[in-house]
């Protein structure tokens, strides 16, 4: 039996639709479709996820707004100019930077990333790729940001405690922040194709469907 992964409520338990034509499927009042499983090959047009930021998980879907789809852009992003064989790197002074916070992971990507195309990682700007726990822990961490109206100067540590050399970083560069809800590198899922028999999780608040080719539809599971 499939369970919701939320609550171990066997899915169904608090609701559930069945669609075979293209149009939208929406949860109750204080709910949002929690699985969705497939009883044909279908490309959904719509999988709309709820945004909880920094409250919950992001999850995939064809949501395409950098800012908060996907698992893309992690909290948030900043355009680097610069940076220093100590690892501190000069960004655009910009409002999203209050989201930068001391101790949250940086991932080095490029300028020209996009929700459609993924991240670019640049491993010879010094980029190293998060390990969070155990021996052999690394990444790129903040230690702090100053300067300017909303920061300009970003002080970033290897996670093991030791300097990294920045030097090559530069203007084509794109720095993404990571935190405990958010991760970096996913891309929008329109124009995916879910094969038969196939049940997906997540949390949507609107689904919809190709129109069926009349070997079955689909069965969206409700929760909280």
């Known amino acids: 039996m499939a369970y919701d ?7 169904g338990a608090l609701g559930s639709a069945y669609i075979d034509t ?16 497939f009883l044909a090959d279908n490309i ?4 709309d996820t709820e945004i909880l930021d920094g409250f919950g998980a992001q999850y995939f879907g064809t949501n395409s707004v950098e800012a908060t789809a996907a698992n893309y852009l992690g909290v948030t992003e900043a355009a680097a100019t610069s940076a220093t064989s100590a690892g501190v790197v000069t960004i655009a002074d ?14 080095i990507g490029a300028d020209a990333d996009t929700v459609s195309a993924g991240i670019t990682v640049d491993s010879s700007a010094g980029n190293l790729t ?9 990444g790129l961490i903040v230690e702090s940001l100053t300067g300017g109206t909303y920061g300009t100067t970003l002080t970033i540590k290897n996670a093991n405690g030791g300097i990294v050399d920045l030097s090559s970083i530069d203007a084509s560069n794109t720095l993404y922040f990571l935190d405990e809800t958010h991760g970096v590198g996913g891309v929008e899922s329109d124009g995916a194709k879910y094969p038969k028999g196939i049940t997906v999780y997540g949390r949507w608040v ?19």
Do not use: E, S
């Not at 992964?5 to 899915?11: A, C, E, S, T, Y």
């Open 5 to 11: 992964l939320n609550n171990d409520i066997p899915l």
């Open 22 to 37: 293209a149009t939208p499927v929406y949860p109750p009042k204080g709910m949002v479709i929690r699985a969705i499983t």
């Open 44 to 47: 959904p047009t719509v999988m």
């Open 94 to 107: 910009v409002a999203a930077n209050v989201k930068i916070k001391k101790g949250q992971f940086v991932i």
């Open 130 to 138: 998060p390990i969070y726990k155990g021996p052999n822990a690394q």
């Open 206 to 224: 609107i689904f919809v469907p190709a129109a069926a080719t009349g070997d079955g539809g689909q069965i969206c599971y409700f929760g909280h």
